[in-house]
């Protein structure tokens, strides 16, 4: 191997009578730095909330639920942490026992499980999703992300109920990247000349359905989430399961890379974001860390950028008017608005909440239509224009 010495930033030579080499960037060690930063901001979000006040469980309200409402949030708290550690076993620990390493299907399961902690960052600005309160609650960590603005208070506020979601996510995402990439395989074996766009495309249009069907068809009329507030409903504009097109749209937009990045490896079966790890001297623990890492950092970037940064910017500080059929519903509504709050639900003429997640502020309309005034909101006094010229001081030196 040659040896460097450095004569000028970013530019090595090689000592006299050795053979330079190109100096290799290593993408594992890129994407594992921003996976342990990120895991870090996770963790101190998480534990700010479980230490502080919005660690508490919001509750039904008084809406009486349906027997068979009841029997399927109980079942589907039971079936999903049962999925999820049936695929624990056979992704991650049946393979660890025989080859002492994380596999791809592992490293996506975990990956895929920590994309819970932006389940509802979309919220941001504005409720446009909740869940339904009967779930197994302690509220949520939002409230506790730094610069946070919908409302919220403990035991009136977003709900993450920790026996579905992030079993959800974990499942999902990684069934999704095996299911599309048997398409990818069996699209190239019946039209070998196929190219990337033509299969991104075909992946594009795959998840799309595939999210549609899951979340619109499956799990939200068992009445597990809601989308209230969202766009261009696909299936039931008018029921409290109204499926918005644009969930599917950017969740498909974050699934295909998805698809591609668990299909598409080198010929070591590593990912883009696990390029190089083969070649450093390291253990296989610390492989097996970094390679997770990376994962996560990849997943929760690109999430990040993919479906939550659009979301919120276009579309979810923009809520359409909550259906009557969901506002009728207290185990629905959170106790964010409607009957039994001062907040009327978002909608076109409401304007946006502000806040900190602790502090709230600002002007509130209220269920009856009229506004009030939270402390630190009053309205600026006007001031007219002056009518005589000033200097760069008030009442001015000049």
């Known amino acids: 191997m040659a040896t460097y010495v450095e004569t000028a930033p970013g530019r090595p030579k090689a000592e006299e009578g050795v053979a330079t ?13 921003a996976g342990a930063v990120i895991s870090a901001f996770m963790l101190y979000v998480v534990l700010r909330w479980v230490t502080g006040p919005y660690f508490k469980r919001v509750p039904p309200g008084p809406t009486p639920l349906p027997d068979w409402m009841k029997a399927s949030l109980i079942a589907w708290q039971i079936i999903m942490p049962a999925i999820w550690l049936y695929m624990v076993w056979r992704f991650l620990w049946k393979p660890w026992r025989k080859e002492h390493r994380v596999t791809v299907d592992g490293l996506f ?25 009967y779930l197994v609650n302690w509220g949520s960590w939002y409230n506790d992300v730094p610069g946070w603005m919908a409302f919220g208070k403990p035991g009136q506020m977003y709900v993450e109920p920790p026996l579905f979601i992030p079993f959800a996510h974990g499942m999902a995402w990684l069934l999704f990247a095996m299911i599309g990439s048997k398409v990818i395989r069996a699209a190239r074996a019946k039209w070998p000349s196929i ?3 033509k299969l991104i495309v075909l992946t594009y249009c795959l998840t799309f359905v595939m999210d549609a069907v899951l979340e619109g068809i499956i799990w939200m009329p068992f009445g597990v989430f809601m989308y209230p507030g969202g766009k261009w409903p696909l299936f039931f504009p008018d029921a409290y399961h109204k499926f918005p097109a644009v969930e599917a749209i950017f969740v498909a937009a974050w699934s295909t890379p998805v698809v591609l990045l668990y299909h598409f490896r080198n010929d070591k079966g590593e990912t883009v974001v696990e390029r190089g790890v083969s070649e450093l001297r390291y253990g296989p623990g610390q492989k097996n860390w970094l390679r997770v890492l990376a994962m996560v950092g990849a997943f929760q970037i690109g999430l990040f950028l993919m479906y939550t940064v659009p979301q919120t910017a276009l579309f979810a500080s923009k809520s359409t008017a909550w259906p009557a059929d969901l506002t009728s519903r207290s185990y629905m509504t959170d106790g964010l608005c409607g009957a039994g709050t001062p907040r009327a639900c978002p ?14 502020v600002g002007v509130m309309v209220g269920e009856d239509g009229k506004l009030t ?26």
Request: aromatic share 16%; hydrophobic share 35%; glycine share 14%.
């Open 21 to 33: 080499e190109p100096i290799k960037v290593v993408p594992v060690k890129y994407w594992a730095f």
């Open 109 to 133: 399961l975990i990956a895929g499980t920590t994309c819970v902690f932006q389940d509802g960052m979309s919220n941001y600005f504005n409720h446009w999703i909740t869940y339904n309160s």
């Open 195 to 197: 190219g990337l766009p």
């Open 347 to 360: 909608g076109p003429a409401v304007p946006l909440y502000r806040g900190d997640g602790r502090k709230q």
């Open 373 to 398: 005034y939270q402390k630190g909101g009053e309205l600026p006094t006007p001031v007219p224009f002056d009518t005589k010229a000033r200097g760069p001081f008030h009442g001015g030196l000049f």
